[in-house]
């Protein structure tokens, strides 16, 4: 007779992440990823094996300041003692921040409305000691009003064809950009962007168009162009993964920096 005191729960938790020491989020064989990490905690923690399923699958090198993962238990550890078992199994560069729970058809990422990646770049001739390991540095002068200008190309409906990678010619490419942003504070420039989804490499290929005319080398209407060739040759090259951060993920009903803690 099954034990009607058995409940099962979907938790779902917003974790922060340097995805330095990482092969990216997905469990890979052989490798250190970030769903590998977690899910050896929740199994130390519940005694059995757990899928933990994250809202977007960030390649090695890139980090997170606002990831929305869920798992399905049975435990009746609440959300905020998960936090802190979960902490303290996990190293030092993986931090649960929240966890609630959510109904048991949440789906962390079939459920994602938007999600908003953002890529810093280190603009100096002197290298970085401190931020290393989470910018992108450029030497040269970038002129952050032309790759502004340029970027207002890529916002709306597009079919973004030209900047993803390894993409089979049946795949969907049209993507919604909500907006692109491009800001420097001081020596930082930072590309902001918010959109319904993105394809492989997608926002490392964008930053590295825009820097051809942050560089002076292409007006800002040739990313119109290239965006228009749907022709992966034409863009700029990805920028390192180092600089590119998942900062948040919004559901159905959230509002912008409630990181998907909004009930469902």
């Known amino acids: 007779m099954a034990d009607s005191s058995v409940r099962k729960r979907n938790v779902r938790i917003v974790v922060e992440y340097d995805g330095t020491a990482y092969y990216g989020w997905q469990i890979q064989k052989g490798f ?94 002197a290298r970085t000691a401190l931020r290393r390991t989470v910018v992108h540095r450029v030497t040269p002068p970038l002129d952050a009003a032309k790759m502004a200008e340029a970027a207002a190309h890529l916002a709306g409906t ?56 942050g560089l002076g080398k292409r007006p800002p209407e040739w990313v119109r162009d290239v965006r228009d060739s749907l022709d992966r040759t034409k863009a700029g090259a990805n920028v390192p993964a180092k600089g590119l951060t998942l900062v948040e993920v919004r559901y159905e009903g959230t509002r912008p920096g409630a990181q998907g803690t909004a009930a469902e």
Do not use: W
């Open 32 to 125: 250190k990823t970030v769903q590998g990490e977690l899910q050896r905690a929740v199994k130390e923690i519940v005694g059995k094996e757990t899928l933990v399923v994250g809202a977007g699958r960030t390649d090695a090198g890139v980090h997170a300041r606002g990831q929305v993962a869920n798992f399905h238990t049975v435990s009746r550890l609440s959300c905020a003692k998960f936090v802190q078992a979960l902490n303290a199994h996990l190293p030092e560069d993986i931090a649960v921040l929240s966890a609630v729970e959510v109904p048991l058809e949440f789906h962390s990422q079939f459920g994602a409305h938007e999600k908003t990646y953002e890529y810093a770049i280190l603009n100096r001739p």
């Open 158 to 213: 597009h079919d973004f064809r030209a900047f993803g990678s390894e993409m089979s010619k049946k795949e969907n490419s049209t993507r919604t950009i909500r907006e692109f942003a491009v800001t420097r504070e001081g020596d930082l420039v930072r590309f902001r962007v918010t959109g319904d989804g993105f394809l492989y490499n997608q926002v490392r290929s964008m930053v590295g168009t825009l820097l051809e005319v």
